[in-house]
């Protein structure tokens, strides 16, 4: 045991939290799953801290609105002010925009509306490709600049989005968008379905300056296992899937693509 400790958040109607506690304890990490049963005042014993997906307060109002107002929320804006890595995924992303934890903290001029796409509408789910960028954010720096990380992607409402006229640009110009879609090839994605929700600038991933605050559409918990990958994915990860697979008699549970980011907080935490 490593005692370093990473509280999993479980507001009403998040789903993913098991996932998540798994994904964190393979890459040395001690996650406990955080019900909002309990004190606010008892995160301040975690070293870390995750929102994972769902559907927190059934995402009445918008997604991740009601959750933004949550005791616990306040004080983990408290823990993420101190310096502590927090990462929201899908349903966690919104929460932590709602919450203006992203880009600025206190302050919301972001937001992940709904997504747009042609020829429909509504809930979205596919395997996209994520090119790593430079920047300081402590899940991703570890990796090199233009690394592709397939991963799925699961949302009705993840268009990041901003009514300030080049909001979005001038964020990943200031080394705040660690995550961005790509084409398989590795350039930036410019339409569906590269782009699954038509997202500004291609983001998939917002962080704070400091670093330390992510809030991520696409899921990597779900990307733990090479065997989850998608067989519509092909490339290193593909290769790596198969030859698992090959090896393990159809089974493939060598380390998958969404590992990479629980990794980096490891790293960062002194577990790795």
Known sequence: MTGVRVAVLQLPGVNCENETERALARVGLEPEIFRWTRAPRE??????FI????FSYQDRVRAGALAAKDPLVEALAARAESGAPVLGVCNGAQVLVEAGLVPDGGHVD????RNRMPDRVGY????VWCRIEET???????LPAGTLLPLPVAHGEGRFTSAKRRRLAKLVEAGQVPLRYATPAGAPAVGHPDNPNGSEEAVAGLCNARGNVLALMPHPERAADLGAVSRSIGGDWGRRRDAASAAAKGSAFGDGPGLELFRGLARHLGVE
Do not use: K, N, Q, S
């Open 110 to 113: 972001v937001a992940l509306a």
């Open 51 to 54: 929102l994972p997906g769902g």
């Open 136 to 142: 300081a954010c402590v899940f991703t720096r570890g």
């Open 124 to 127: 979205y789910t596919r395997w």
């Open 43 to 48: 995160l301040a014993d975690f070293d870390a």
